[in-house]
Structure formats: structure tokens, C-alpha cells
């Protein structure tokens, strides 16, 4: 089945503890990308990668990091997380990045205290 | 720079009324338009994308939507709405010559539908 995978689905943290939420594809996508949504302001999108070793930032990059070593993974590293980046995180794959339509997991609930 | 804007943030309505979910975006160039729902609990799905052609274009569960480029508008219909329809839905835009696959999205809009 294709699919984008996400893991944890739920994760409780501390300020400062370095965390990292796994993305995974098994549809051979070039295109992989991250998103936050928050109530009121919709997805935002963090990070995304048009390729291996391809990043570049979003429109809300500041705290996260990214890596793209394979072409199904694409983690997303918090190094100091801070309460600010409470929020439900969503990683998208699709081929191109441009038309074809994206492929969402099922989301990562983080909250930070 | 670009932005997406819905301006519904909660709609409720009975079964069978029918749904118009407004959707507006700034940017003067080609564009790929999509709404995309949230059901509860759920990731998001594609209802419905356009990219050329037929302004008028047909989704999934019985939605459609309609590309006015004069209005820079791709507003998303539905006659009769269902109880299963209650979700969130988003617009969102890909600016074509853009070659970053980024997607600007809407805030959002609630759609809660009354049995």
C-alpha cells in the first residue's frame, strides 16, 4: 500500500530535548516536504526537498533541521525544542513537487512543555 | 509574496443544504489550485485539483470547484451536504514556475454538518 509514514504520533517533551519525528515514503517520490498546522493559520511549510541530499526551507524553517540521505526518508530534527513548536506536524510526498498532488501522513501531535 | 485566503473559518449546516467554501489567492502568475479535507482525527486528502482547461472541475464525493481567474478565486461547491462531510478543508496554491513544490494553504475552513 502507498503510504507516507510518520512516527511518533504522539510525543510529549521537554524544553531543550533534541527530538527527531521519522518520515518515510514507499512510493519512490522525489519530492518530500514537512508542514505544521496550527488552529487559525492552516500548514505551514517547514522544510522540503526536491531530492537526495536536496533541502531547502520553507516559510517557518527557525528551530528545525532537516536531512535527506535517502530518497524514502526525511526526518525532522528538533535540536532545542521550544514551547512555541507545540503543534501537529504533517510530512507530504509526491513526484514532482509541483502538480502532482500531495501524499500526507497521518500526522505527529508534539507538545513541548 | 503569495497567500491563500478562506474567508469562512466555521460554517455549520444541515443535511442537504447546499455548500459554497470561499477561497481567494494573491499572485498574478499560472497557478495549480487544490482543496484538500481533513477529516477528523485523519491526514489530509486531495478532494479536487486544476490546472488547466475546464475551469469548472469535478471532485471526489460529489464536490466541485471553479477556477474565475479574473476573481484570482477557486471557490468549492457541493448541492446537497452530508453528515460524513464534517471536516476541515484548506485551498491551496502551487505557483507553477516556482519549481520549489511548495504549497501556500489557506487557514482553513470548519465545516460542521447537522444530521
Known amino acids: 500500500e502507498a503510504q507516507v509514514t510518520q512516527n511518533p504520533r504522539y510525543l510529549i517533551t521537554v524544553t531543550g530535548k533534541k527530538l527527531t519525528v521519522t518520515c518515510s515514503q514507499n512510493m519512490n517520490h522525489e519530492y518530500m516536504s514537512w508542514y505544521r498546522q496550527d488552529p487559525g493559520l492552516g500548514l505551514r511549510q517547514i522544510y522540503y526537498?526536491?531530492?537526495?541530499?536536496?533541502?531547502d526551507k520553507g516559510d517557518v524553517p527557525e528551530g528545525y533541521k532537516v536531512s535527506r540521505k535517502e530518497k524514502r526518508n526525511f526526518p525532522l530534527i528538533l535540536e532545542s525544542p521550544s514551547p512555541n513548536q507545540t503543534s501537529l506536524y504533517f510530512c507530504a510526498s509526491n513526484h514532482d513537487g509541483a502538480i502532482s498532488p500531495l501524499h500526507f501522513g497521518n500526522g505527529t501531535r508534539l507538545t513541548v512543555t | 509574496a503569495q497567500s491563500v485566503s478562506q474567508h469562512n473559518h466555521h460554517v455549520i449546516l444541515s443535511e442537504a443544504a447546499s455548500l459554497e467554501l470561499g477561497c481567494n489567492y494573491s499572485?498574478?502568475?499560472?497557478?495549480?489550485l487544490f482543496w484538500y479535507v481533513q477529516y477528523p482525527g485523519q491526514h489530509l486528502q486531495l478532494l479536487l485539483k486544476?490546472?488547466?482547461?475546464?475551469?469548472l472541475v469535478k471532485g471526489i464525493k460529489g464536490f466541485e470547484a471553479e477556477f474565475i481567474k479574473s476573481k484570482f478565486s477557486f471557490n468549492l461547491r457541493k448541492p446537497s451536504v452530508q453528515w460524513s462531510d464534517t471536516a476541515e478543508y484548506f485551498c491551496?496554491?502551487?505557483?507553477?514556475?516556482?519549481?520549489?513544490?511548495?504549497?501556500?494553504f489557506g487557514q482553513g475552513t470548519t465545516l460542521q454538518v447537522k444530521p
Open positions: 491551496a496554491v502551487n505557483v507553477r514556475s516556482s519549481n520549489t513544490g511548495k504549497l501556500i
Open positions: 486544476y490546472f488547466s482547461g475546464d475551469p
Open positions: 499572485y498574478g502568475g499560472t497557478v495549480n
Open positions: 526537498s526536491m531530492n537526495v541530499e536536496v533541502t
